[in-house]
């Protein structure tokens, strides 16, 4: 079955950086785009940004644009998340998601999150 | 990049039926079939319950349902459970190969 575990949230000064990471099991990794979904305290979902299967191709949300990279390890079967110049409306649970063959497919499996707290 | 509107809450009490509507724009909702539904318990992984806009992934009870007409998508869930009690959000692919979620809506049983 499909599994993602989502590492690596934490406290984190403004301004900082963070990397979060993304376990994938249960499925060919190589073979499926994956996003990351964030989820400020008491708000809703906020779509963050994608990645080819491949890598070649990377989208992101205007929130993050320029700040955040994701990247991905196809041989590992992990997904990241680069996180730099943290802003105190980062803070949020992100989750990473399984998508389809192309970057228009359905977000279809989620992972539990990982809690990221920027703070001074 | 703008949420999807949804109502903030619904209610409707076991046996009933009811629907989450979701409204968008020509940029999205209206643009693409591309339309996904997830409930959400606090504190668990979001499940998708309805993709590309009408159809039902494998072991989704055929209560839940989807349909979309032009900018609008909506969700029915027919003969409410108390399990279903949970936030509702809808999802749409955007042009420029981003995604838009709605604001969420919190569906209670009563």
């Known amino acids: 079955q499909v599994q993602l575990v989502e590492s690596g949230g934490g406290v984190v000064q403004p301004g900082r950086s963070l990397r979060l990471s993304c376990a994938a099991s249960?499925?060919?990794?190589?073979?499926?785009?994956m996003h990351w979904v964030r989820q400020a305290p008491g708000k809703g979902l906020e779509w963050v940004a994608v990645?080819?299967?491949?890598?070649?191709?990377?989208y992101y949300a205007d929130s993050v644009k320029g700040r955040f990279t994701i990247s991905r390890d196809n041989s590992k079967n992990t997904l990241f998340m680069q996180m730099n110049s943290l802003r105190v409306e980062d803070t949020a649970v992100y989750y990473c998601a399984k998508g389809g063959a192309a970057v228009a497919g359905t977000l279809g499996y989620w992972g539990q999150g990982t809690l990221v707290t920027v703070s001074s | 990049q703008s949420a999807l509107t949804q109502p903030a809450s619904v209610s409707g009490s076991p046996g009933q039926s009811i629907t989450i509507s979701c409204t968008g724009t020509s940029s999205d909702v209206g643009s693409y079939n591309l339309v996904s539904w997830y409930q959400h318990h606090p504190g668990k992984a979001p499940k998708l319950m309805i993709y590309e806009g009408s159809k039902r992934p494998s072991g989704v009870s055929n209560r839940f349902s989807g349909s979309k007409s032009g900018n609008m998508a909506s969700l029915t869930i027919s003969g409410l459970q108390a399990e279903d009690e949970a936030d509702y959000y809808c999802?749409?692919?955007?042009?420029?190969?981003?995604?838009?979620f709605g604001g969420g809506t919190k569906l209670t049983v009563l």
């Open positions: 990645i080819s299967y491949d890598g070649s191709n990377k």
């Open positions: 249960g499925f060919t990794f190589s073979n499926y785009a």
């Open positions: 999802c749409s692919y955007a042009r420029s190969s981003t995604w838009v």
